[in-house]
């Protein structure tokens, strides 16, 4: 079992910064198995949309919307992912999730597990 548990988030105003974590911890066994890592967000009424993505190699991904303004990055050896955003926009006041894609042993198949969510509010 691997659980993830996200930090960072709360109140900033619009053109500030704030750098989110997320930390994977459980069997090392499983946690040997996770690949990518990922930070979502959900604003109110709207649907859960991916932000920026990371593999375990470093390969990244991100969103149009974050136009530069995001950084993912992760430490293998903390099973942590981070998300460094600056210049935000109260467009950004979400919940931020944190994903990691992992394998299943018992059952042999791809396994996601999603954190508890951390909230961002952006004032203008």
């Known amino acids: 079992q691997v659980q993830l548990v996200e930090s960072g988030g709360g109140l900033v105003q619009a053109g500030g910064s704030l750098r989110l974590s997320c930390e994977a911890s459980?069997?090392?066994?499983?946690?040997?198995?996770?690949?990518?890592m990922a930070w979502y967000r959900q604003a109110l009424g709207k649907q859960r949309e991916l932000v920026a993505a990371?593999?375990?190699?470093?390969?990244?991904n991100y969103a149009g919307f974050v136009e530069g303004r995001f950084t993912i990055s992760r430490d293998n050896a903390k099973n942590t992912a981070y998300l460094q955003m600056n210049s935000l926009k109260s467009e950004d006041t979400a919940v931020y999730y944190c994903?990691?894609?992992?394998?299943?042993?018992?059952?042999?198949?791809?396994?996601?597990?999603w954190g508890q969510g951390t909230l961002v509010t952006v004032s203008s």
């Open positions: 994903k990691a894609d992992l394998t299943d042993l018992v059952r042999v198949r791809p396994l996601e597990v």
């Open positions: 459980g069997s090392i066994l499983s946690l040997n198995t996770m690949d990518s």
């Open positions: 990371i593999t375990r190699r470093g390969l990244t």
